[in-house]
């Protein structure tokens, strides 16, 4: 077991200047903009292969012998840029992740160091499958909801049929993909918070219902105007808020733990 005093002399073993902190700071943002470049260059030359796999449950909802549009000379190209940002972002995550670590790290405790890295992957585990659920689940059933309305028309009217923009259409699945990632980082939230002590295992039940109520209204502003997308969102954010509650619980059950062994220790 680490004894208090060797947590404290390692600290101040790592403190240092601040220039020296600065200039710490800055390598750690030098490679995390480096990772980010270096995805993006990557991800710019099989962009055309990210379109594709974006726009596959659009294709396969409309079928053979439909298209998208742009409008603006400009359009594709920056969508590949947007395409290879989103891509970037994804890609870097980790490594932008992994050097906020190591920057924070020498001024925490070495059991704090410990308690810290657990979340670090669980952040975008978490993310992935916030994204797998948009682009798996929501997104299908969101297409077929919207592509509801194409009338054939008849004699004396038009038909209606959606040609969509590709910039629009992008545009908006990477914006539910970040949305339904973020979201999923609930459990993450609430026991960071739960193991500062800012919130504790007792306060989120008795806000769960509160809880449950929020949860619904974040699935009715991200998601169609359909039940079933809006449960899609709403039941694993709700899995997830008990999850929170399982995880602090532990947390205070190790520090009631923990506390007993320093008493008995004395």
Known sequence: MTRPDDDEQHIEASRAPLIDHLIELRQRLIWSLLAFVVAFIGSYF?????YEFLTHPLAVALGPGRRMIYTALYDVFFTYIKVAAFSALCISFPIVASQIYMFVAPGLYRNERQAFLPFLIATPVLF????????????????HFFLGFETSGGQGSLPIQLEARVTEYLDLVMTFIFAFGLSFQLPVLLTLLGRVGIITSDMLKQSRRYAIVGV??????????????????AIPL????EASIWSVRLIEKQRAEDAKRAESAV
């Not at 709700?238 to 808020?241: E, K």
């Open 216 to 233: 619904f209204v974040v699935a009715a502003v991200l998601t169609p105007p359909d039940v079933i997308s809006q449960f899609a969102l």
């Open 46 to 50: 099989v962009a055309a292969y990210i």
């Open 238 to 241: 709700l899995l997830l808020y």
């Open 128 to 143: 992935v499958l916030g994204a797998a659920l948009v682009y798996y689940g929501l997104m299908p059933v969101m297409i």
